[in-house]
């Protein structure tokens, strides 16, 4: 390769990383947008464990990221937040820490997956999330 092409190869890379540099904030995904665009209303819980199922309302989808912490001001780290899954960890402090999966299969369908320590105990849970009403 010739000094030359070497220098225009870079030259267009350094282009392209500019041009990411400047894309405005708002052309950008929100965070957790999947969660958003979960239909609100009254959703089931049901377990794989076998555990009796559990009533959620939900009203912005981000009440399935902390299903065994329910105290407001954790901490909350993104860890993947895809199109169709997002991944969140968590620290509520003095109380424990999870890391949750939700996988969606579609608006009023989502798969979870939750683990972590509560009140100095380790919990594990899979389960399947789906709107049951409209209305809470």
């Given amino acids: 390769m010739t000094m030359r092409r070497t220098g225009m190869i870079k030259l267009g890379m350094a282009a392209i990383a500019a041009a990411y540099a400047v894309v405005p904030a708002a052309a950008q995904a929100p965070e957790l947008e999947m969660l958003d665009n979960l239909d609100r209303g009254s959703w089931t819980l049901t377990f794989r464990s076998g555990e009796p199922s559990q009533r959620i309302c939900l009203r912005t989808g981000r009440e399935l990221i902390q299903l065994r912490h329910r105290q407001p001001g954790c901490e ?7 199109a169709d899954e997002v991944t969140v960890q968590y620290t509520c402090r003095g109380n424990g820490y999870g890391r949750t999966t939700i996988r969606r299969e579609g608006n009023s369908l989502v798969q979870v997956d939750s683990q972590g320590i509560v009140g100095g105990a380790p919990f594990s849970m899979t389960g399947e999330a789906r709107r049951t009403s409209p209305t809470c």
Avoid: A, K, L, Y
Avoid at 76 to 82: E, I, L, M, T, W
């Fill in 76 to 82: 909350q780290f993104v860890v993947r937040d895809g």
